[in-house]
C-alpha cells in the first residue's frame, strides 16, 4: 500500500497563478484533511472533509478552495497564489474522526509550494 | 476547541527519559489527548493516545492526572533519533467532524 500520496512534491508558481495540489489514499478512509506548515511552524488546518461529496472548512481556509469527488482523493486548489501562501502543504487521512478509535492521522510527504 | 500549551523546545542526552508536559485548562469532558511526532521534512507520526490516567505503548507512555488539565508523553532513554517535534493535539471523540488543530509543538534536540 502507498499509503498517503501528494503530487507534485515540489512547485514554484508566479503570483496570480493558479494550481491544484493532489491527495491520494488507498487505505479506504472517511476523513481526509489539507493542512499547511510555515517554516519553524506548526501545522495549521485548511480544510477537510467527513466523507466523499462533503468540504467544510479549518482555521485557515481563505484562498484556498477543496474537492473530494472521490473517497480516495482531495484536491487543494490555489485560484489566485499569493506570496504569503509559500508554504510546505501536508495531506492527511483517517478512518473515520475520533468517534471510532484512536482516529490516527496517516499524513503524505508533503507538496512544498513557492509563490514569487 | 481546546487550546494546548507546551514547550517551545527541550533538550536532552542521549540515554535519558524525557517528559513533555502540555497543558490543555479547557479540556471537554469527551476530549481526547493524542501525541503525535514529526521529523524535518516528513509529515506527523501518531505516537499514543489516552483519555485519562495512564497509557503506555511499544515507544512511549502518556501521564494524565484526575482533572485531566494537562498531560505529560514521557520518552524512556531516548537515543538521537528521538530529535524531532512533538505536538499535543486535543480533540472530541464523539464529534464526528472533530477538526484536528495542531499547535507550535516542542522541539525535543538530543545530544550525544
Known amino acids: 500500500n502507498a499509503g498517503v500520496t501528494q503530487t507534485p512534491k515540489f512547485r514554484v508558481l508566479k503570483t496570480g497563478q493558479s494550481m491544484t495540489l493532489l491527495c491520494a489514499q488507498d487505505?479506504?478512509?472517511?476523513?481526509m484533511y489539507w493542512y499547511r506548515q510555515d517554516p519553524g511552524m506548526g501545522l495549521r488546518l485548511i480544510h477537510y472533509?467527513?466523507?466523499?461529496?462533503?468540504?467544510a472548512k479549518g482555521e485557515v481556509p481563505d484562498g484556498y478552495n477543496v474537492s473530494r469527488l472521490k473517497k480516495q482523493n482531495f484536491l487543494l486548489g490555489l485560484e489566485s497564489a499569493a506570496p504569503s501562501q509559500t508554504s510546505v502543504y501536508f495531506c492527511?487521512?483517517?478512518?473515520?474522526?475520533?468517534?471510532?478509535?484512536?482516529?490516527?492521522?496517516?499524513f503524505g510527504e508533503g507538496s512544498r509550494l513557492t509563490v514569487l | 476547541l481546546a487550546k494546548t500549551t507546551q514547550p517551545i523546545s527541550m533538550d536532552s542526552y542521549e540515554g535519558q527519559e524525557v517528559n513533555i508536559t502540555c497543558s490543555h485548562n479547557n479540556i471537554a469532558t469527551n476530549d481526547y489527548i493524542t501525541w503525535y511526532q514529526q521529523f524535518p521534512s516528513q509529515g506527523p507520526r501518531f505516537i499514543i493516545q489516552g483519555y485519562k490516567t495512564k497509557v503506555t505503548n511499544e515507544v512511549a507512555s502518556l501521564f494524565i492526572p484526575a482533572d485531566r488539565k494537562s498531560s505529560t508523553l514521557s520518552l524512556p532513554r531516548v537515543s538521537l533519533s528521538d530529535t524531532a517535534v512533538y505536538y499535543c493535539?486535543?480533540?472530541?471523540?464523539?464529534?464526528?467532524?472533530?477538526?484536528?488543530?495542531f499547535g507550535g509543538g516542542t522541539r525535543l534536540m538530543v545530544k550525544p
Open positions: 487505505m479506504n478512509h472517511e476523513y
Open positions: 492527511a487521512s483517517s478512518y473515520w474522526g475520533l468517534s471510532r478509535g484512536t482516529g490516527e492521522l496517516f
Open positions: 493535539l486535543v480533540g472530541d471523540k464523539n464529534n464526528a467532524g472533530n477538526m484536528l488543530t
Open positions: 472533509s467527513v466523507g466523499e461529496g462533503t468540504t
